[in-house]
């Protein structure tokens, strides 16, 4: 708290002298209070947490060259990531699609609209089984491309989806597509 200095009413041999108050002040109590509405505001304030999407990846063994998943024509679609944020996709297999390949772009007007007319229309055509999305990064593809695509299939709700190797055939594809440019 504030002390002053005060003269205690005593006069020294009759000479009254005129002291200047030196007025000191006891911060203690003030720094007290920072320090506790720093701790308070550090003990009530949330911290974000980072946003990860969790991503299963396949073990660390030996790869065989005739492991081969198999999967039904008319449950898959494939997504060929192509360069200038593009996708070209068809639905099949590429030699007989169900589907040729088209390209769209992403976001909501893109691949999403495809997505979630696809999640309907698999089931139908597969006795109710799931859609699978196997989507392919091509080397003129961004990592943003591949986020963005891994993104969308959080958003729709796809269930299975793999990340795989483009092959030469799909590249003819982006090639013609116009989506193979440097």
């Known amino acids: 708290m504030a002390e002053l200095n005060q003269d205690s009413g005593k006069q020294k041999g009759g000479k009254v002298r005129a002291k200047k108050a030196g007025g000191k002040v006891d911060l203690t109590a003030m720094v007290?209070?920072?320090?506790?509405?720093?701790?308070?505001?550090?003990?009530?304030?949330?911290?974000?947490?980072?946003?990860?999407?969790?991503?299963?990846?396949?073990?660390?063994?030996?790869?065989?060259?005739?492991?081969?998943?198999?999967?039904?024509?008319?449950?898959?679609?494939?997504?060929?990531?192509?360069?200038?944020?593009?996708?070209?996709?068809?639905?099949?297999?590429?030699?007989?699609?169900?589907?040729?390949?088209?390209?769209?772009?992403?976001?909501?007007?893109?691949?999403?609209?495809?997505?979630?007319k696809m999640q309907k229309e698999v089931p139908a055509r597969s006795g109710g089984k799931d859609l699978i999305v196997v989507i392919r990064p091509s080397e003129k593809s961004v990592q943003r491309n591949l986020v963005d695509i891994l993104d969308e299939m959080k958003i729709v709700d796809v269930k299975r989806y793999m990340i795989s190797k483009i092959n030469s055939d799909e590249i003819e594809v982006l090639k013609r597509e116009g989506l193979f440019n440097d």
Request: proline share 6%; net charge negative.
């Open 32 to 116: 007290d209070l920072a320090f506790l509405l720093i701790t308070f505001f550090m003990l009530t304030t949330s911290l974000n947490k980072p946003q990860a999407m969790d991503v299963a990846m396949p073990d660390k063994n030996k790869i065989d060259a005739n492991d081969n998943l198999e999967i039904a024509d008319n449950r898959s679609i494939t997504l060929l990531l192509g360069s200038d944020n593009k996708i070209s996709w068809y639905y099949g297999q590429l030699a007989k699609p169900i589907y040729p390949p088209t390209t769209i772009d992403y976001g909501k007007e893109g691949i999403r609209q495809v997505l979630l």
